[in-house]
């Protein structure tokens, strides 16, 4: 009797320990094409001589940026998981990863339960993507240069270090995400609010909290069927010991848009504003040396009085079981500060192109996009046509 509860006992630990189970997969995208790309430009302004440049190459993250990545879940029972994710970006045309770090597209431990929603601590993107960039953008929602959302909405390409973000579970079709950066990662290349060259020399990490750029990031959205819709919310603060942060200026922005799906075609919309300076901006390594960007690369511009708006419509619509065709159009005007520079001019960015489903992991696609006024140089137009394949595992 006593070995046949003593049997019980050890298999009722057994059965205890198995529901706790954890699991790691192993996921990742390889997307490679063919590029052609060309830009014109004719002297004067910010340019220092003609441009008239073309190139064929191969390019990686043409549809989807290539990447690699592991994830995992454990269950703590009573409907709590742990979960976690390290995500690395693939440049498959030379096998290397980006400049930021191994782990730099995401790298996050946290809590998650179906009834409160999850918590998670790391790098990540924010909450401009999550909820108004990547479901809104129904045709080139992942990587496409310049024509999708992100290209126009710099906010919504953005990934935050050292953030702490809560999203909610669905309730009634609405949901919440929230975040907090204490040190966002990202650069300040220039601060503009005494004059266009005036350099923010902090960099790096600093010891007191002030002392390094800090964000806030928040959204909200709604499903109802066919029907979603969107708006999120962005600050970031400038570091207290620069020079934006002594003029106490901080960077907003705000996304709102929605989707619809008609099932014959899902058209998207997005609008945005950002203010007070000036967030991802494009970069002129791939265009001319000639030409001067006042915005430098990429990072956060802090200027007083800044503004960019943009907005971007998409379609997405099926073509047979395995085709999709894909259409866009973004525009992006800069005003105060940012004209002042030489920015004058909207840029219009136009975007066809069409997926084909060889298997549920393989797709191929040929795209096109026309782009003048990049940046708001007035005349500066470039063109871009990419055949590729990308495989998902």
């Known amino acids: 009797m006593k070995k046949t509860l003593l049997a019980a006992a050890l298999l009722t630990s057994f ?49 989807s940026t290539s990447r690699f990545g592991i994830k995992g879940v454990e269950d703590l029972g009573s409907g709590n998981q742990v979960v976690w994710n390290l995500e690395s970006q693939v440049n498959v045309n030379e096998g290397s990863t980006n400049s930021l770090g191994l782990w730099s597209r995401t790298s996050i431990v946290g809590v998650r339960n179906n009834a409160w929603g999850q918590f998670d601590i790391g790098r990540q993107l924010g909450t401009a993507f999550k909820f108004t960039g990547g479901p809104i953008d129904s045709a080139f929602n992942t990587n496409v240069p310049i024509i999708n959302i992100s290209g126009v909405l710099g906010i919504t390409a953005v990934r935050y270090s050292n953030l702490l973000m809560y999203q909610s579970p669905s309730l009634a079709g609405f949901k919440v995400g929230l975040g907090y950066s204490f040190n966002t990662g990202l650069t300040s290349n220039r601060q503009l609010a005494t004059g266009g060259a005036a350099s923010d020399t902090a960099t790096g990490s600093a010891f007191e909290t002030g002392n390094n750029m800090r964000a806030a990031t928040g959204a909200l959205s709604y499903t109802n069927g066919p029907i979603y819709v969107a708006g999120s919310y962005d600050r970031i603060t400038p570091a207290t010991n620069t020079l934006s942060g002594a003029n106490g200026i901080g960077v907003t922005a705000w996304v709102v848009g929605g989707s619809y799906d008609a099932k014959v075609v899902k058209i998207g919309a997005a609008y945005g504003i950002t203010n007070n300076g000036y967030v991802n901006g494009g970069s002129m390594s791939t265009v001319s040396s000639t030409i001067t960007n006042p915005l430098v690369n990429g990072g956060v511009v802090f200027a007083d009085g800044a503004k960019n708006s943009a907005y971007n419509i998409n379609l997405l619509v099926p073509v047979g079981a395995a085709g999709r065709v894909m259409a866009a159009y973004s525009a992006q005007k800069n005003e105060g500060v940012l004209s002042e520079l030489g920015l004058t001019s909207t ?12 298997s549920k992991r393989t797709t191929g696609y040929a795209i096109y996009t026309y782009v003048n006024n990049y940046l708001g ?17």
């Open 377 to 393: 140089i007035s005349g500066l137009s470039g063109n871009a046509a990419y055949v590729g394949m990308r495989h998902t595992f």
């Open 15 to 63: 059965a205890g320990a198995a529901s706790a189970q954890s699991s790691v997969t192993l996921y990742g995208v390889l997307d490679a094409s063919v590029r052609y790309q060309s830009w014109n430009l004719s002297s004067g302004g910010l340019a220092s001589a003609d441009v008239s440049t073309s190139s064929i190459a191969v390019a990686s993250g043409a549809l």
């Open 347 to 358: 840029q219009n960015t136009y975007g066809l192109g069409y997926q084909y489903d060889f």
